[in-house]
């Protein structure tokens, strides 16, 4: 099933399955009829759910046995964990009812070689780093486009011309997962870290990011198959950001304490030893998407121009329905746009 492409610049994912989250966000925020349903965008102020009491922040879960991998951090501070080479199920089964089409077929992927993946998304921290030693201006700056961010009038993301990696109006320091970059800044973050470092820092590719967030399980998340246990286990759409955000209506009834993004490291990490693989926000990857399966997405539509070509999110972040957050899950964005929902992390072989 092909799933349909959004505006240009600031957009947040697409979401073909059904009238989801992600759709009616962009319904609500630009201003366009909603994906899938047609409905009239309406921009009048959010009202808080009547009578609704904040639950009080649900115990982070334990973390399981940790594997013993090799670890380093570079000068940047970014820790990163060596995963040896190996083979894993890619994907979703024909019998998991949450799947999408482009899920499919389940399939053996092989990891030809070892590669060090950082632990956590690229922090604001880092990020500024970077800008500070390069004087780089990001798409949303140099375009005079913006991104997106949260509007306290009407309580609602928006695009904004103002919005950029350091404005995203909800409260961020430098822990917390830069947000409001595109796939090619994140590309010049890895450029210029790889200069830094002598070593070339790349974005995943999807099969080493499924690899590393499934940690050797085979469930829909590193900690099991239910919705259940999630609670603890990650930053989705729950009670906080509805509280915040009172048109999020398909938000967990927990409240995991951080309406918007979390400092990263904030919830356990997988048996690889690696934070926020559900949840938090979208994580650009280095693969193309063309709205095929797995069997046909090694195959390039040379109908596709280079602003059209679609680039791989996984993960799904703070704004997200739980299937959304599954190891399996593919989502998509144009390469040039950006949002308050959507980060990276770098690997390096």
Known sequence: MMRPPLKPAGSIPRAGRRHTALSVLL??????????????????????????????????????????????VNSAGIELVELPAGEFEMGAPDSDPMANPDEKPLHRAVIERPFSIAIHETTVGQFRRFVEATEYKTAAE???????SFNPQTRRLEPSPQADWRNTGFPQDDSHPVVNVNWDD?????????????????????????????????????FGDTEAAMSGAGNICDSSLRKAYPFAEWSMTWNDGYPFTAPVGSFPPNAFGVFDMHGNVFEWCDSDWNGAD??????????????ERMKVLRGGSYLSLMVFTRSSDRVALKWFQRNAITGFRVVHN
């Open 142 to 148: 140099r375009t005079g486009e913006g991104g997106f």
């Open 294 to 307: 797995y069997a046909g997405k090694i195959i390039p539509d040379p109908t596709v121009t280079d602003l």
């Open 186 to 222: 994140a590309w010049a973050f890895c450029n210029w870290l790889s200069q830094v470092e002598s070593v070339r820092y790349r974005l995943p590719t999807e099969t080493e990011w499924e690899y590393a967030c499934r940690a050797g399980t085979g469930s829909p998340w590193f």
């Open 27 to 72: 319904c609500l925020a630009v201003g366009v009829p909603c994906v899938g349903c047609g409905k009239a965008a309406d921009h009048s102020p959010a009202q808080a759910p009547e009578g609704e009491a904040l639950p009080e922040p649900i115990a982070v879960k334990e973390a399981p046995t940790i594997v013993d991998l090799p670890r380093s």
